[in-house]
């Protein structure tokens, strides 16, 4: 099994930085808010919130970034992620519909890409593999594109 290229580490810090700025805003207005109408003194929610957002915003991303792995074999993509919850998803070349290779802003600029199956089927009919560089994830779909022209349907 595989991992993800080094890109996606940051490209993950700045989505949990995102995220906690997000959540360190609401928190500094509801403690305005307090401050304003019960004379709570600030820093009251902000503190704690910021204490609450340590994990996920440091310490998380490079866990999260450890727990990715993929592999191919001859008919099947298997993706393994997850720190708390391990995830072990394997999906068959015969069940995938369309491939998309995609990247956003910050996934350019860190030159990673994200590779995207839909398979047949309404339960996790979208699989997802984030971090790969943009030749390894065309180089996949590719590889699995081939596989599909060859199963006969």
């Excluded at 307090?34 to 994990?55: E, H, S």
């Excluded at 310490?59 to 393994?80: C, H, S």
């Excluded at 720190?83 to 070349?93: A, E, G, H, L």
């Excluded at 996934?107 to 984030?130: K, Q, Y």
């Amino acid at each position: 099994m595989t991992g993800l290229e080094r890109g996606q580490l940051s490209v993950m810090r700045i989505h949990a930085a995102i995220f906690g700025g997000v959540v360190l805003a609401a928190a500094t207005g509801a403690n305005a808010v307090l401050l304003a109408t019960l004379a709570v003194p600030m820093g009251t929610v902000i503190i704690p919130v910021a204490l609450l957002l340590a994990y996920p915003v440091l310490l998380g991303p490079p866990r999260r970034f450890r727990a990715w792995r993929y592999g191919t074999g001859d008919q099947e993509l298997r993706v393994q992620h997850g720190v708390v919850v391990q995830v072990q998803t394997v999906v068959p070349f015969g069940r995938v519909q369309h491939i998309d290779v995609a990247q956003g802003p910050i996934e350019r600029s860190f030159g990673v890409a994200r590779l995207v199956l839909h398979t047949a089927g309404t339960a996790n009919s979208e699989v997802v593999l984030p971090g790969l560089s943009r030749a390894t994830a065309e180089g996949l779909r590719d590889e699995i594109r081939a596989h599909i022209r060859q199963d006969p349907a």
